[in-house]
């Protein structure tokens, strides 16, 4: 490839890159090289220049794809040097030009909202006006009348913050490098560190003048004060002192004197007479004039009151939950969360839609009494409604069809909530589009638990049900659209007839700044909340999940447009957590007139002899383990013997995708029986329309059972008995934490309820042969039975685990909007947030060992993965838990040869002896793809660092055979094949 590197570093920055660049290719100017070059000397070159990158760092590279078009590759340091397709402009100027004359001139005795120089009580109200009418509109419940009015007070509130002397100083300047960061950047100069922004100084500002608000009870004035404090994300500061309104009374008085910020309380009282003054000419009800009627009198008796009642008064928590909540308490707690969620998405994208007006057109909004213009939305063009109706002539009408369709009416006559209860093959998948058809939706998100789960969901709409509308896929790892009968990648997010999503993409509304405004249009839409039950367990989203579907639930009767579905609904979390009524779930019986029976079979998981996990299988069997490493090391022990397919989550990003489509198109109905045998982790158990003629699967709570039970003789096609295989230890039937499948279960939150579980089928079932529909009625029974005993209840137990882990990792404010000030970068990379909900994972890169003989592994010289050489494709990436990654003592050795092994790793420049700092740098970088921690390493970079014999026992390779991918499996547990085969 024929690549030109253009240089515009300044200083000292200037010589270092030179000599790099010199090194590899011809100079043609001053600052321009060109080359012939290989791939892999193009990432040498960005490896060098990278290790002596400082900000006067400024250098892009272009590959020449032909004699008139050249693309951008990357860009190390200073990307501002260059524009976005890496141009560097030839000329500038600071003097006025014709097209950034601005229309109007700043004041000095106005307040200003923002660099378009709004003025801040017009500013204000359009805020609060247009957000009281998001609230209505998108609630559309007289019951929520009142805090309607809470979302008006909190909009006409937010930015008096920004009478902040030093604001207004800066906004009058004149034309600002960055307007889009209004209010969060002054200038250059000045940092935050010191100084409160003016979400917190308009808190303050409340606080100071609260015993002046008239008829807002304690609940209302919580709800303002929340939205107030986080209509923007909280700032990252490296020392923040800054706890409560009192800290940052303290830091302004010092920053602008006592005086001024007297001055700034009057101005403040003053705007709010000018709001209400507008409030009035717009006709709006008089909510300021009722319940804000602020003066200045008795100022200092006011700041003397809030010295003294705010000293002990923190910041509003962004999340408020206790870990000895009763369950009466906590459903509480989600309600107050929900409302503030919703209200804070009005203020803040009711402030998107005005600030993007100029001055003069919001002022003529505001006279002509046009604002709710600005929220007139543009129709919905859909043919969504033609597609569901075709869907019902796919299918012969028969008795099957017609209990389908039934259910789909009781549903959709519902009032509250639609849950949708049905064993596995029932067609739970055609119920749910057919309520679609019947509530007139013109567009449904389809959101599911897991990628794999939106994988199978996905394939069964676009070739089953909707073959020719938008079926959109978007998750972290896959974006693309069926249209058409074609693919499309990279479609705009959410313009999909149904979009199909995971639960992470839809959080991110009440969990990040950034996407808050998509809250709105999502309580709005259609939802299916598939297999629903999975966040059950899971920490944290239990909790906010039950904030969504509270979110929901604020709609008027008959308008909640929402369907929960799973075959396990979990009666228990449903009535106690989600306050669904039992009698809002419609239950969709089975046609499967087969017969099955579950055998218990006890074994020891610490050898291979007599292990069920390690036996051969044939004829259509599907071995599901809990975990992915059992069901890789199954898959390696008896590869040669069996002709076995291997599905879990271990796998890199393009590996997924190919897996999934063998196991899919081999195990599908009439598909191709490419495969006897299919060993996986419980990534296959739901929402994935394959079937099984034989299952062993290891013992697991109720909700998993039944769901790897619904892949066994799927579409009831057998005339035998279905023996579904359960593999259980003893102590898992004593319900002790002790081996690791009880260990497992116990993280899960689920140890003692599978226990019950357990009991409860021996006692009921002990061997007899049942029908489908009657598993489901005991999984019905048995959670009417554990309700009945209060306290003493299994279930309870776990639940109540599993919501405590909740809270306390909401307290360890994982689920805080936070935001660091950084310039922006147009690549788009791959990151890690320091608040991710599903674990503390980084990027990690790992060698390849082939394993087709697991006696004597090889281990080849290459990585699982090579990173791409532009900055815009997405790696091929593998991701793992921190916490698992320094168990193994993996972090320390890297640490230690890390440096040497890559000499353009930041970690290179921290001596050897402070390993703890070295830790520090390798975790915090290895949230961006570009730094990933490297689990195991090839015998080249080995050789840097001592050779072979240093190679870390447990160290992570990615494993491979001829046949497929292993995946990421730790060198350790290799050894469990090994010694067991020697003995054997």
């Keep these: 490839m024929i690549v030109t590197f253009i240089s515009q570093c300044e200083k000292k920055a200037l010589a270092r890159t030179r000599r790099v660049l010199d090194a590899f290719a011809d100079r043609i100017g001053d600052n321009t090289w060109q080359t012939v070059i290989t791939e892999e000397g193009l990432v040498a070159v960005k490896k060098l220049l990278r290790k002596t990158v400082t900000k006067n760092t400024a250098v892009s590279c272009h590959w020449i794809r032909c004699r008139r078009r050249s693309e951008l590759m990357w860009i190390v340091g200073n990307r501002n040097k260059f524009n976005e397709q890496g141009i560097v402009p030839v000329n500038s100027t600071q003097k006025e030009v014709f097209m950034d004359v601005m229309t109007m001139k700043a004041k000095k005795d106005e307040f200003y909202a923002n660099t378009r120089l709004q003025p801040l009580a017009e500013h204000s109200f359009a805020i609060g006006y247009l957000a009281q009418q998001l609230f209505k509109k998108i609630v559309d419940n007289d019951e929520y009348e009142n805090l ?31 307007p889009e960061e209004d209010g969060q950047h002054i200038d250059v100069k000045f940092t935050f560190d010191k100084h409160p922004r003016h979400n917190e100084i308009s808190l303050l500002i409340f606080n100071l003048l609260e015993s002046q608000c008239k008829n807002l009870n304690n609940r209302q004035k919580e709800s303002i004060q929340h939205v107030l404090y986080w209509h923007h994300a909280k700032p990252y500061r490296q020392n923040d002192d800054f706890t409560s309104s009192y800290k940052a009374y303290e830091y302004l008085i010092k920053n602008i004197s006592a005086e001024k910020f007297s001055i700034l309380v009057i101005n403040s009282t003053n705007v709010i007479k000018r709001i209400n003054g507008i409030a009035k000419h ?75 007006q100029t001055a003069q057109d919001l002022m003529d909004y505001i006279a002509e009494k046009r604002l709710d213009e600005l929220l007139d939305d543009q129709e919905i063009l859909s043919n969504l409604a033609e597609h569901l109706k075709n869907v019902e002539y796919k299918f012969p009408d028969s008795e099957r069809t017609q209990k389908q369709n039934q259910v789909a009416q009781e549903l959709a006559d519902l009032r509250d909530i639609a849950v949708l209860a049905g064993p596995a093959g029932c067609g739970k998948t055609k119920i749910a589009l057919e309520w679609a058809r019947l509530k007139d939706a013109k567009k449904i998100i389809w959101v599911c638990p897991r990628v794999q789960v939106c994988q199978g969901i996905f394939e069964e709409l676009t070739q089953d049900y909707l073959p020719d509308a938008k079926v959109e896929i978007l998750t972290g790892e896959f974006k693309y659209i069926n249209e058409g009968g074609k693919i499309k990648n990279e479609p705009e997010p959410f313009s999909g007839d149904v979009v199909v999503t995971t639960i992470d993409q839809i959080l991110g509304s009440i969990v990040t700044h950034t996407n808050v405004n998509s809250l709105l249009p999502f309580i709005d839409a259609y939802v299916v909340f598939d297999e629903y039950h999975e966040y059950i367990g899971m920490e944290i989203f239990n909790l906010l999940f039950a904030e969504l579907i509270t979110n929901k639930n604020m709609r008027k009767r008959c308008e909640k447009n929402t369907l929960l579905v799973s075959a396990t609904p979990h009666y228990y979390y449903l009535e106690n957590i989600l306050n669904v009524h039992k009698d809002d779930v419609i239950e969709m019986s089975s046609f499967n007139q087969s017969q099955y029976q579950i055998d218990f079979v006890d074994y020891d998981e610490s050898v291979i002899e007599g292990n069920p996990f390690y036996k051969t299988y044939s004829d ?93 003789d799927r579409f009831g096609e057998s005339r035998d008995v279905n023996i579904l295989q359960i593999a259980i230890t003893e102590n898992v039937k004593n319900g002790s934490c002790k081996g690791s499948l009880a260990y497992f279960l116990n993280q ?102 082939n394993l087709n003989d697991f006696k004597q592994p090889i281990f080849e010289n290459r990585y699982a993965y090579t990173p791409p050489l532009d900055d815009t494709t997405e790696y091929d990436n593998l991701t793992e838990s921190l916490n698992i990654i320094k168990d193994l003592g993996l972090i ?32 915090s970088y290895a949230r961006d793809a570009d730094f ?53």
């Design 892 to 923: 320390n050795f890297i640490a230690q040869k890390h440096g040497n092994v890559d000499s353009t790793h930041p970690v290179k420049g921290i001596p050897e002896k402070k390993q703890q700092a070295r830790c520090a740098v390798l975790e």
């Design 620 to 712: 259509q069997t599907f071995i599901i383990s809990n975990t992915a490493q059992t069901a890789q090391l199954g898959f390696i022990y008896q590869k040669n013997q069996e002709n076995s397919v291997l599905f879990h989550s271990k796998y890199k990003r393009s590996d997924k995708k190919i897996w999934f489509d063998e196991v899919f198109d081999s195990f599908k109905k009439d598909g191709s029986q490419k495969y006897d045998v299919l060993r996986s982790g419980p990534i296959v158990q739901a929402s994935l329309n394959i079937t099984s003629k034989h299952m062993l699967s290891e013992m697991t709570s109720p909700e998993n059972m039944l769901q790897r039970m619904g892949r066994l």
């Design 148 to 178: 309607s009015k809470v979302a008006f007070l909190a909009g006409c509130l937010h930015d008096l913050g920004k009478l902040d002397p030093h604001f207004q100083d800066w906004v009058k300047k004149g034309k600002q490098k960055d």
């Design 748 to 849: 899960l939150n689920s140890l003692q309820t599978t226990k019950a579980w357990y009991d409860f089928l021996q006692d009921r079932l002990n061997g007899k042969v049942f029908k489908i529909a009657e598993l489901y009625k005991l999984y019905s029974e048995f959670y009417k039975q554990q309700m009945q005993l209060g306290d003493r209840s299994a279930v309870m137990q776990d639940m109540n685990k599993a919501l405590k882990k909740s809270i306390d990792l909401m307290n360890k404010k994982v689920t805080e909007p936070t935001k660091v000030i950084k310039p922006k970068m147009a690549e788009r990379k791959s990151k890690i947030s320091k608040n991710s909900l599903r674990g503390d994972s980084r990027f990690v890169q790992l060698a390849v060992l």
């Design 282 to 356: 717009f006709d709006a009800i008089e909510l300021i004039e009722q319940n804000l009627p602020w003066n200045e009198e008795n100022l200092n008796t006011l700041i003397e009151n809030f010295e003294y009642s705010f000293k002990s008064r923190n910041f509003p928590e962004f999340k408020s939950y206790a870990s000895t909540d009763s369950i009466d308490v906590l459903t509480g707690k989600i309600q107050i969360n929900a409302q503030h969620n919703l209200l804070r998405a009005c203020v803040i994208s009711a402030d998107r839609i005005v600030s993007k």
């Design 932 to 984: 990933p921690l490297y689990l195991s390493y090839i015998e080249d970079d080995l050789n840097k660092v001592g050779g072979t014999g240093v190679r870390h026992s447990e160290a992570i390779y990615y494993a491979i055979t001829d046949q497929q991918p292993i995946g990421s499996i730790s060198l350790d547990k290799l050894k469990f094949l090994t010694t067991t085969h020697e003995e054997k």
